[in-house]
Nanobody, 125 residues
Framework: QFQLVESGGGLVQSGGSLRLACAASGRSAEHYSIAWFRQAPGKEREGISCISVSGENPIYADSVKGRFTISRDIPKNTVYLQMNTLKPDDTAMYYC??????????????????WGQGTQVTVSS
């Protein structure tokens, strides 16, 4: 059974950093591109970053470009999201999601067929 488990969320002050992890397990875990989404209360789920199967050509939403970095440890089947210079607007539940395409296809929610349970990130001002 394919499964995604997020970790690393928490409470941090504005300007601080956090690193999220998304551990993939199960059959063919290494064949999925992985994206990070976030959802703040009362707002739609927003795709913020994605990385391909090989770790090449990551993509970022404008809202996090230059502050967040996605990476992939292929032997560990784990994708990381390093978040720097955090702002209160970054407060949200963060989810990772998997797509069977080799390269990232964007942030259409319907194309991602597996989701983790989420990890909460709270940035205080």
């Amino acid at each position: 059974q394919f499964q995604l488990v997020e970790s690393g969320g928490g409470l941090v002050q504005s300007g601080g950093s956090l690193r999220l992890a998304c551990a993939a397990s199960g059959r063919s875990a290494e064949h999925y591109s992985i994206a990070w989404f976030r959802q703040a209360p009362g707002k739609e789920r927003e795709g913020i970053s994605c990385i391909s199967v090989s770790g090449e050509n990551p993509i970022y939403a404008d809202s996090v470009k230059g502050r967040f970095t996605i990476s992939r440890d292929i032997p560990k089947n784990t994708v990381y999201l390093q978040m720097n210079t955090l702002k209160p607007d970054d407060t949200a539940m963060y989810y990772c999601a998997a797509d069977l395409h080799y390269f990232c296809q964007g942030f259409s929610i319907s194309q991602y067929n597996s989701w983790g349970q989420g990890t909460q990130v709270t940035v205080s001002s």
